[in-house]
Nanobody, 110 residues
Framework: VQLVESGGGLVQPGGSLRLSCAAS????????MAWARQAPGKGLEWVST???????YYVGSVKGRFTISRDNAKNMVYLQMNNLQPEDTAVYYC?????RGQGTQVTVSS
């Protein structure tokens, strides 16, 4: 299993970023995919899941601001993040079951 995230960066409050995750080594279209994040000094926090049938789920703090999606033809999962706030600053990880990628840093700061 390989999960490779990209798309992180530095953004001002209120800005947007789109994270991407390239997946390989398993049957992607059958897998539930997720995003999690770890802020400095804190534990890993689940952010969002998209099930194999496309049903999205979000943690309350990102509902209405983040959108998860997937492209089964490309083995990709995305996280569109709008209206970012300083509390969204974290390393964001793509996850499938017990596997996760190396993470991509998102920093929200003016």
């Amino acid at each position: 299993v390989q999960l490779v995230e990209s798309g992180g960066g530095l953004v001002q409050p209120g800005g947007s970023l789109r994270l991407s995750c390239a997946a390989s080594g398993f049957t992607f279209e059958s897998a539930d995919m997720a995003w999690a994040r770890q802020a400095p000094g804190k534990g890993l926090e689940w952010v969002s899941t998209i099930s194999s049938d496309g049903g999205p789920y979000y943690v309350g703090s990102v509902k209405g601001r983040f959108t998860i999606s997937r492209d089964n033809a490309k083995n990709m999962v995305y996280l569109q993040m709008n209206n970012l706030q300083p509390e969204d600053t974290a390393v964001y990880y793509c996850k499938m079951s017990r596997y996760r990628g190396q993470g991509t840093q998102v920093t929200v700061s003016s």
